[in-house]
Protein backbone atom coordinates (compact mmCIF):
# COMPACT_ATOMS: atom_id res chain seq x y z
CA UNK A 1 0.00 0.00 0.00
CA UNK A 2 3.09 2.02 0.32
CA UNK A 3 2.58 5.28 -2.22
CA UNK A 4 -0.98 4.13 -2.41
CA UNK A 5 -4.29 6.16 -1.48
CA UNK A 6 -5.95 3.37 1.50
CA UNK A 7 -9.31 2.91 1.27
CA UNK A 8 -10.29 2.35 5.05
CA UNK A 9 -13.02 2.75 7.40
CA UNK A 10 -12.97 5.94 9.84
CA UNK A 11 -15.77 7.88 12.33
CA UNK A 12 -16.10 11.57 10.46
CA UNK A 13 -17.85 14.50 11.98
CA UNK A 14 -19.99 15.68 9.28
CA UNK A 15 -21.41 18.68 10.76
CA UNK A 16 -21.49 19.38 14.70
CA UNK A 17 -23.71 17.76 17.00
CA UNK A 18 -24.61 14.89 15.32
CA UNK A 19 -23.39 11.05 15.88
CA UNK A 20 -20.18 10.32 13.87
CA UNK A 21 -20.52 8.52 10.52
CA UNK A 22 -19.00 5.40 10.38
CA UNK A 23 -17.85 5.09 6.52
CA UNK A 24 -15.37 4.05 4.37
CA UNK A 25 -12.97 7.44 2.74
CA UNK A 26 -9.60 7.41 1.11
CA UNK A 27 -6.08 8.24 2.92
CA UNK A 28 -3.50 9.76 0.58
CA UNK A 29 -0.07 8.74 1.14
CA UNK A 30 2.07 10.81 3.85
CA UNK A 31 3.93 13.84 1.90
CA UNK A 32 7.33 15.28 2.90
CA UNK A 33 8.19 14.94 6.42
CA UNK A 34 4.54 13.13 7.41
CA UNK A 35 3.86 9.24 8.24
CA UNK A 36 0.86 6.79 7.55
CA UNK A 37 -0.18 5.24 10.40
CA UNK A 38 -2.54 2.43 11.31
CA UNK A 39 -4.21 2.73 14.33
CA UNK A 40 -4.31 0.52 17.09
CA UNK A 41 -6.76 1.75 19.83
CA UNK A 42 -8.23 5.47 20.67
CA UNK A 43 -9.44 6.60 24.08
CA UNK A 44 -12.11 9.64 23.71
CA UNK A 45 -11.37 12.51 26.04
CA UNK A 46 -13.53 15.22 26.47
CA UNK A 47 -11.76 17.51 23.89
CA UNK A 48 -13.30 15.28 21.24
CA UNK A 49 -16.95 15.61 22.62
CA UNK A 50 -16.20 19.82 23.31
CA UNK A 51 -15.45 19.72 19.26
CA UNK A 52 -17.86 17.98 18.31
CA UNK A 53 -20.72 19.65 20.07
CA UNK A 54 -19.89 23.12 18.19
CA UNK A 55 -17.95 24.51 21.45
CA UNK A 56 -14.51 24.53 19.36
CA UNK A 57 -13.32 28.29 17.97
CA UNK A 58 -11.10 26.53 15.97
CA UNK A 59 -13.66 23.52 14.89
CA UNK A 60 -14.42 23.05 11.56
CA UNK A 61 -16.08 20.49 9.86
CA UNK A 62 -16.35 17.39 8.27
CA UNK A 63 -13.29 16.47 10.05
CA UNK A 64 -12.04 13.10 11.78
CA UNK A 65 -11.80 13.48 15.42
CA UNK A 66 -9.98 11.79 18.30
CA UNK A 67 -5.82 12.49 19.37
CA UNK A 68 -5.55 9.79 22.00
CA UNK A 69 -4.23 6.66 20.22
CA UNK A 70 -1.63 4.23 19.74
CA UNK A 71 -0.60 3.22 15.85
CA UNK A 72 1.82 1.52 13.98
CA UNK A 73 3.60 3.34 11.11
CA UNK A 74 2.37 2.25 7.68
CA UNK A 75 4.48 4.37 5.36
CA UNK A 76 6.58 7.33 5.75
CA UNK A 77 6.82 10.23 3.56
CA UNK A 78 9.80 11.98 1.76
CA UNK A 79 12.88 13.05 4.04
CA UNK A 80 11.58 10.94 7.12
CA UNK A 81 13.99 9.89 9.20
CA UNK A 82 13.37 9.47 13.12
CA UNK A 83 10.64 6.82 12.74
CA UNK A 84 10.30 3.90 9.87
CA UNK A 85 7.82 1.38 8.72
CA UNK A 86 6.76 -0.97 11.51
CA UNK A 87 7.66 1.43 14.35
CA UNK A 88 5.03 2.20 16.87
CA UNK A 89 4.03 5.55 18.41
CA UNK A 90 1.86 7.75 20.30
CA UNK A 91 0.38 10.81 17.93
CA UNK A 92 1.04 13.89 19.86
CA UNK A 93 -1.05 17.15 19.21
CA UNK A 94 1.81 19.10 20.30
CA UNK A 95 5.02 18.41 18.30
CA UNK A 96 8.81 18.51 19.46
CA UNK A 97 10.53 20.02 16.59
CA UNK A 98 13.85 19.47 17.83
CA UNK A 99 15.30 22.00 15.88
CA UNK A 100 17.79 24.73 16.66
CA UNK A 101 16.22 27.71 15.80
CA UNK A 102 13.14 26.51 17.81
CA UNK A 103 13.05 29.01 20.28
CA UNK A 104 10.74 26.98 22.12
CA UNK A 105 12.34 23.53 21.35
CA UNK A 106 15.13 24.84 22.64
CA UNK A 107 13.80 26.30 25.89
CA UNK A 108 13.27 24.21 29.37
CA UNK A 109 10.57 26.10 30.14
CA UNK A 110 7.94 25.14 27.40
CA UNK A 111 6.85 22.04 25.53
CA UNK A 112 4.99 24.24 22.98
CA UNK A 113 6.98 23.60 19.89
CA UNK A 114 4.80 26.07 17.49
CA UNK A 115 6.32 24.27 14.18
CA UNK A 116 2.74 23.56 12.50
CA UNK A 117 0.46 24.69 14.87
CA UNK A 118 -0.72 27.30 12.48
CA UNK A 119 -1.94 24.53 9.69
CA UNK A 120 -3.25 21.94 12.67
CA UNK A 121 -5.35 24.75 14.13
CA UNK A 122 -6.73 24.92 10.30
CA UNK A 123 -7.41 21.04 9.69
CA UNK A 124 -4.65 20.04 7.09
CA UNK A 125 -1.10 19.21 7.09
CA UNK A 126 1.66 22.00 7.02
CA UNK A 127 1.69 21.90 3.35
CA UNK A 128 -1.93 23.55 3.49
CA UNK A 129 -4.02 20.43 2.11
CA UNK A 130 -5.73 17.12 3.71
CA UNK A 131 -5.18 13.67 3.04
CA UNK A 132 -8.45 12.32 3.82
CA UNK A 133 -11.23 12.39 1.26
CA UNK A 134 -14.63 10.87 0.87
CA UNK A 135 -15.33 10.12 -2.90
CA UNK A 136 -13.35 13.36 -3.32
CA UNK A 137 -14.98 15.54 -0.90
CA UNK A 138 -12.13 17.05 1.25
CA UNK A 139 -12.08 16.18 5.32
CA UNK A 140 -10.22 18.08 7.46
CA UNK A 141 -7.65 16.91 10.47
CA UNK A 142 -8.23 17.32 14.28
CA UNK A 143 -5.61 18.67 16.39
CA UNK A 144 -2.71 17.39 14.01
CA UNK A 145 -3.70 13.54 15.34
CA UNK A 146 -7.20 12.55 13.98
CA UNK A 147 -7.36 8.80 14.93
CA UNK A 148 -11.01 7.82 14.69
CA UNK A 149 -9.60 6.29 11.33
CA UNK A 150 -8.27 3.35 10.91
CA UNK A 151 -5.27 4.86 8.85
CA UNK A 152 -4.41 8.60 9.15
CA UNK A 153 -1.26 10.91 8.27
CA UNK A 154 0.66 13.24 11.05
CA UNK A 155 3.70 14.64 11.01
CA UNK A 156 6.96 13.29 11.81
CA UNK A 157 7.00 15.83 14.41
CA UNK A 158 4.23 14.76 16.11
CA UNK A 159 4.93 10.86 16.23
CA UNK A 160 6.78 10.03 19.81
CA UNK A 161 8.04 6.28 19.57
CA UNK A 162 7.37 3.86 21.94
CA UNK A 163 8.59 0.44 23.39
CA UNK A 164 6.67 -2.20 21.07
CA UNK A 165 5.98 -3.97 24.07
CA UNK A 166 3.97 -1.67 26.24
CA UNK A 167 -0.13 -2.08 26.22
CA UNK A 168 -1.22 -0.53 23.10
CA UNK A 169 -4.86 -0.49 24.57
CA UNK A 170 -4.00 1.51 27.56
CA UNK A 171 -0.94 3.47 26.49
CA UNK A 172 -3.01 5.26 24.05
CA UNK A 173 -4.26 7.60 27.01
CA UNK A 174 -0.86 8.97 27.27
CA UNK A 175 -1.58 10.65 24.33
CA UNK A 176 -3.18 13.37 26.26
CA UNK A 177 -5.56 12.90 29.33
CA UNK A 178 -3.64 11.11 31.50
CA UNK A 179 0.13 12.64 30.33
CA UNK A 180 -1.80 16.12 30.99
CA UNK A 181 -2.54 15.55 34.07
CA UNK A 182 0.58 13.93 34.99
CA UNK A 183 2.40 16.86 33.71
CA UNK A 184 0.72 19.00 35.33
CA UNK A 185 1.82 17.85 38.98
CA UNK A 186 4.92 16.98 38.00
CA UNK A 187 6.64 19.09 35.76
CA UNK A 188 4.37 22.79 35.72
CA UNK A 189 3.50 23.29 38.28
CA UNK A 190 5.91 20.48 40.39
CA UNK A 191 4.22 19.91 43.52
CA UNK A 192 5.84 20.28 46.72
CA UNK A 193 6.29 17.23 49.09
CA UNK A 194 3.88 18.18 52.38
CA UNK A 195 1.55 20.90 50.40
CA UNK A 196 -1.86 21.23 49.41
CA UNK A 197 -3.48 20.11 46.57
CA UNK A 198 -7.47 21.38 44.90
CA UNK A 199 -8.57 19.43 41.86
CA UNK A 200 -11.83 20.66 40.07
CA UNK A 201 -13.17 17.70 37.88
CA UNK A 202 -12.37 14.47 38.56
CA UNK A 203 -12.47 12.85 35.30
CA UNK A 204 -9.22 11.33 33.97
CA UNK A 205 -7.28 14.66 33.79
CA UNK A 206 -8.00 15.40 37.23
CA UNK A 207 -7.47 12.34 38.77
CA UNK A 208 -4.06 11.81 36.93
CA UNK A 209 -3.36 15.25 39.03
CA UNK A 210 -4.03 13.69 41.97
CA UNK A 211 -2.65 10.74 40.99
CA UNK A 212 0.56 12.69 40.31
CA UNK A 213 0.40 14.66 43.03
CA UNK A 214 0.14 12.01 45.61
CA UNK A 215 3.14 10.27 44.19
CA UNK A 216 5.12 13.94 44.57
CA UNK A 217 4.27 13.81 47.99
CA UNK A 218 1.14 16.15 48.64
CA UNK A 219 0.35 16.43 52.29
CA UNK A 220 -3.46 16.93 51.74
CA UNK A 221 -5.43 16.19 48.52
CA UNK A 222 -9.28 17.75 47.98
CA UNK A 223 -11.19 16.54 45.05
CA UNK A 224 -14.17 18.65 43.87
CA UNK A 225 -16.83 17.38 41.43
CA UNK A 226 -20.59 18.26 41.00
CA UNK A 227 -20.98 14.33 40.13
CA UNK A 228 -20.44 12.25 43.55
CA UNK A 229 -19.98 9.27 41.58
CA UNK A 230 -16.50 10.54 40.76
CA UNK A 231 -15.48 10.38 44.51
CA UNK A 232 -14.45 6.57 44.94
CA UNK A 233 -12.23 6.75 42.03
CA UNK A 234 -10.48 10.13 43.08
CA UNK A 235 -9.85 8.66 46.86
CA UNK A 236 -8.53 5.52 45.15
CA UNK A 237 -5.47 7.65 43.37
CA UNK A 238 -4.88 9.75 46.69
CA UNK A 239 -7.48 11.92 47.28
CA UNK A 240 -8.18 13.23 51.01
CA UNK A 241 -11.67 14.56 51.09
CA UNK A 242 -13.78 15.02 48.14
CA UNK A 243 -16.95 17.66 48.25
CA UNK A 244 -20.03 18.67 45.71
CA UNK A 245 -19.66 22.32 45.01
CA UNK A 246 -23.66 21.98 44.54
CA UNK A 247 -23.46 21.45 48.20
CA UNK A 248 -21.66 23.94 49.41
CA UNK A 249 -19.45 26.53 47.64
CA UNK A 250 -16.01 25.07 47.56
CA UNK A 251 -13.92 27.92 47.90
CA UNK A 252 -15.48 28.38 51.28
CA UNK A 253 -15.07 24.90 52.39
CA UNK A 254 -11.27 25.04 51.36
CA UNK A 255 -10.64 28.30 53.21
CA UNK A 256 -12.63 26.38 56.39
CA UNK A 257 -10.04 24.20 56.35
CA UNK A 258 -6.69 25.47 55.00
CA UNK A 259 -7.25 29.12 56.34
CA UNK A 260 -4.78 31.03 54.05
CA UNK A 261 -5.68 28.58 50.91
CA UNK A 262 -4.09 26.03 48.91
CA UNK A 263 -0.53 25.64 47.02
CA UNK A 264 -1.99 24.42 44.17
CA UNK A 265 -5.32 24.36 42.92
CA UNK A 266 -6.38 22.39 39.37
CA UNK A 267 -8.75 23.60 36.45
CA UNK A 268 -9.72 20.52 34.90
CA UNK A 269 -13.42 20.98 34.08
CA UNK A 270 -13.54 24.08 30.80
CA UNK A 271 -15.66 26.05 33.44
CA UNK A 272 -14.60 29.61 33.69
CA UNK A 273 -16.58 30.31 36.74
CA UNK A 274 -14.64 27.40 38.04
CA UNK A 275 -11.34 28.66 37.16
CA UNK A 276 -12.10 31.88 39.02
CA UNK A 277 -12.64 29.69 42.42
CA UNK A 278 -9.27 28.04 41.53
CA UNK A 279 -7.61 31.00 41.35
CA UNK A 280 -8.95 32.28 44.81
CA UNK A 281 -8.77 29.78 46.71
CA UNK A 282 -5.34 29.71 45.74
CA UNK A 283 -2.87 30.06 48.85
CA UNK A 284 -2.62 33.98 50.00
CA UNK A 285 1.42 35.10 48.37
CA UNK A 286 2.48 32.22 46.91
CA UNK A 287 -0.38 29.49 45.70
CA UNK A 288 -0.39 28.87 42.01
CA UNK A 289 -3.28 27.65 40.00
CA UNK A 290 -3.68 25.90 36.81
CA UNK A 291 -5.89 26.01 34.28
CA UNK A 292 -5.94 22.50 32.61
CA UNK A 293 -9.66 22.63 31.29
CA UNK A 294 -10.73 24.03 27.89
CA UNK A 295 -13.15 26.59 27.68
CA UNK A 296 -16.31 26.77 24.92
CA UNK A 297 -15.72 29.66 22.51
CA UNK A 298 -16.44 32.86 24.17
CA UNK A 299 -15.81 32.61 27.46
CA UNK A 300 -13.48 34.70 29.29
CA UNK A 301 -12.09 34.25 32.87
CA UNK A 302 -12.25 37.17 35.34
CA UNK A 303 -10.95 37.93 38.71
CA UNK A 304 -10.21 41.05 41.40
CA UNK A 305 -6.51 41.63 40.11
CA UNK A 306 -5.91 41.80 44.42
CA UNK A 307 -5.95 38.40 43.80
CA UNK A 308 -2.99 38.47 41.83
CA UNK A 309 -1.58 41.21 43.50
CA UNK A 310 -1.84 39.19 46.82
CA UNK A 311 0.64 36.49 45.24
CA UNK A 312 -1.34 33.91 43.51
CA UNK A 313 -0.48 32.57 40.34
CA UNK A 314 -2.75 32.06 37.54
CA UNK A 315 -0.84 29.25 35.10
CA UNK A 316 -1.82 26.89 32.33
CA UNK A 317 -0.86 23.88 30.84
CA UNK A 318 -1.07 21.85 27.40
CA UNK A 319 -0.24 18.40 27.40
CA UNK A 320 1.06 18.91 30.84
CA UNK A 321 4.57 20.73 29.40
CA UNK A 322 5.29 17.18 28.73
CA UNK A 323 8.14 17.77 25.55
CA UNK A 324 6.09 14.88 23.15
CA UNK A 325 8.55 12.96 21.09
CA UNK A 326 11.11 13.35 24.36
CA UNK A 327 9.07 12.66 27.46
CA UNK A 328 6.23 10.50 25.58
CA UNK A 329 8.39 7.22 25.24
CA UNK A 330 9.68 7.78 29.01
CA UNK A 331 6.08 7.66 30.78
CA UNK A 332 5.34 4.36 28.22
CA UNK A 333 8.36 2.99 29.91
CA UNK A 334 7.80 4.05 33.46
CA UNK A 335 4.03 1.93 33.15
CA UNK A 336 5.91 -1.06 31.41
CA UNK A 337 7.96 -0.95 34.96
CA UNK A 338 4.92 -0.27 37.25
CA UNK A 339 6.03 2.54 38.08
CA UNK A 340 3.42 4.90 36.65
CA UNK A 341 -0.22 2.98 36.62
CA UNK A 342 -3.07 3.66 34.09
CA UNK A 343 -5.49 0.91 34.84
CA UNK A 344 -7.84 2.91 36.98
CA UNK A 345 -9.09 4.88 34.03
CA UNK A 346 -9.68 2.94 31.21
CA UNK A 347 -13.71 2.38 32.65
CA UNK A 348 -14.84 0.85 29.29
CA UNK A 349 -13.38 -0.34 26.02
CA UNK A 350 -15.37 -1.48 22.79
CA UNK A 351 -13.77 -3.73 20.31
CA UNK A 352 -14.73 -1.97 16.65
CA UNK A 353 -14.84 1.50 15.47
CA UNK A 354 -18.08 0.72 14.61
CA UNK A 355 -19.14 1.46 18.67
CA UNK A 356 -17.12 4.85 18.83
CA UNK A 357 -20.67 7.13 18.91
CA UNK A 358 -21.04 5.11 22.10
CA UNK A 359 -18.14 5.83 23.83
CA UNK A 360 -19.53 9.17 23.26
CA UNK A 361 -22.71 8.60 24.42
CA UNK A 362 -20.83 7.29 27.45
CA UNK A 363 -18.59 9.97 28.42
CA UNK A 364 -21.40 12.08 28.28
CA UNK A 365 -23.34 10.46 30.81
CA UNK A 366 -20.77 10.71 33.62
CA UNK A 367 -20.03 7.14 34.24
CA UNK A 368 -16.65 6.73 32.13
CA UNK A 369 -13.42 7.77 32.47
CA UNK A 370 -11.82 6.73 29.91
CA UNK A 371 -13.12 4.56 27.24
CA UNK A 372 -10.95 2.84 25.04
CA UNK A 373 -11.83 1.83 21.42
CA UNK A 374 -9.75 -0.91 19.35
CA UNK A 375 -9.42 0.14 15.91
P1 LIG B 1 -14.29 14.66 31.72
O1 LIG B 1 -15.52 15.11 31.05
O2 LIG B 1 -13.99 13.21 31.77
O3 LIG B 1 -14.26 15.18 33.23
C1 LIG B 1 -14.67 16.47 33.62
C2 LIG B 1 -15.19 16.40 35.05
O4 LIG B 1 -15.53 17.73 35.45
C3 LIG B 1 -16.48 15.55 35.19
O5 LIG B 1 -16.31 14.61 36.23
C4 LIG B 1 -17.55 16.58 35.52
O6 LIG B 1 -18.56 16.06 36.37
C5 LIG B 1 -16.71 17.65 36.22
N1 LIG B 1 -17.33 18.98 36.22
C6 LIG B 1 -17.98 19.59 35.20
N2 LIG B 1 -18.41 20.82 35.61
C7 LIG B 1 -18.01 20.97 36.89
C8 LIG B 1 -18.13 22.02 37.84
N3 LIG B 1 -18.76 23.15 37.54
N4 LIG B 1 -17.60 21.85 39.05
C9 LIG B 1 -16.95 20.69 39.38
N5 LIG B 1 -16.81 19.65 38.52
C10 LIG B 1 -17.32 19.81 37.28
O7 LIG B 1 -13.08 15.47 31.04
P2 LIG B 1 -11.53 15.15 30.92
O8 LIG B 1 -11.30 14.33 29.70
O9 LIG B 1 -11.02 14.70 32.23
O10 LIG B 1 -10.99 16.62 30.57
C11 LIG B 1 -11.11 17.65 31.52
C12 LIG B 1 -10.86 19.00 30.88
O11 LIG B 1 -9.50 19.11 30.48
C13 LIG B 1 -11.69 19.25 29.61
O12 LIG B 1 -12.02 20.62 29.57
C14 LIG B 1 -10.70 18.93 28.50
O13 LIG B 1 -11.06 19.56 27.30
C15 LIG B 1 -9.42 19.46 29.09
N6 LIG B 1 -8.15 18.94 28.63
C16 LIG B 1 -7.11 19.81 28.56
C17 LIG B 1 -5.85 19.37 28.23
C18 LIG B 1 -4.69 20.31 28.20
O14 LIG B 1 -3.62 19.95 27.72
N7 LIG B 1 -4.83 21.54 28.69
C19 LIG B 1 -5.65 18.01 27.93
C20 LIG B 1 -6.75 17.14 28.02
C21 LIG B 1 -8.00 17.61 28.36
N1 LIG C 1 -9.12 24.96 19.98
C1 LIG C 1 -9.30 25.62 21.25
C2 LIG C 1 -8.12 25.39 22.18
C3 LIG C 1 -8.14 24.01 22.68
C4 LIG C 1 -7.03 23.79 23.67
O1 LIG C 1 -6.67 24.66 24.49
N2 LIG C 1 -6.47 22.63 23.60
C5 LIG C 1 -5.49 22.19 24.57
C6 LIG C 1 -5.42 20.71 24.49
S1 LIG C 1 -6.90 19.91 24.86
C7 LIG C 1 -6.44 18.31 24.73
O2 LIG C 1 -7.48 17.50 25.02
C8 LIG C 1 -4.09 22.68 24.25
O3 LIG C 1 -3.13 22.08 24.69
N3 LIG C 1 -3.94 23.72 23.54
C9 LIG C 1 -2.69 24.19 23.05
C10 LIG C 1 -2.76 24.28 21.55
O4 LIG C 1 -1.76 24.63 20.93
O5 LIG C 1 -3.84 23.99 21.01
C11 LIG C 1 -9.41 27.12 21.07
O6 LIG C 1 -9.77 27.79 22.05
O7 LIG C 1 -9.13 27.60 19.97
ZN1 LIG D 1 -7.37 15.46 24.92
Excluded at 7 to 19: L, M, S
Excluded at 78 to 95: H, L, N, R
Excluded at 292 to 300: C, D, H, R, S
Amino acid sequence: TQGQVIKCKAAVAWEANKPLDICEIEVAPPQKGEIRVRVVANALCHTDIYTLDGHDPEGLFPCILGHEATAIVESVGEGVTSVQVGDTVIPCYTPQCMERDCVFCMSQKTNLCPKIRATQGKGVMPDGTTRFSKDGKPIYHFMGCSTFSEYTVIAEISAAKINPSADLNKVCMLGCGVSTGWGAAMVNPEVKPGTTVAVWGLGAVGLSVIQAAKLQGAGKIYGIDVNTDKFDHAKKLGADECMNPLEQDSKDWLLGKEKWGINYTYDCTGNVAVMRTALEAAHRGFGESCIIGVAAAGKEIQTRPFQLVTGRQWKGTAFGGWKSREDVPKLVNKVIVGELNIDDFITHTFESLEDVNQSIDILHSGKCLRAVVKI
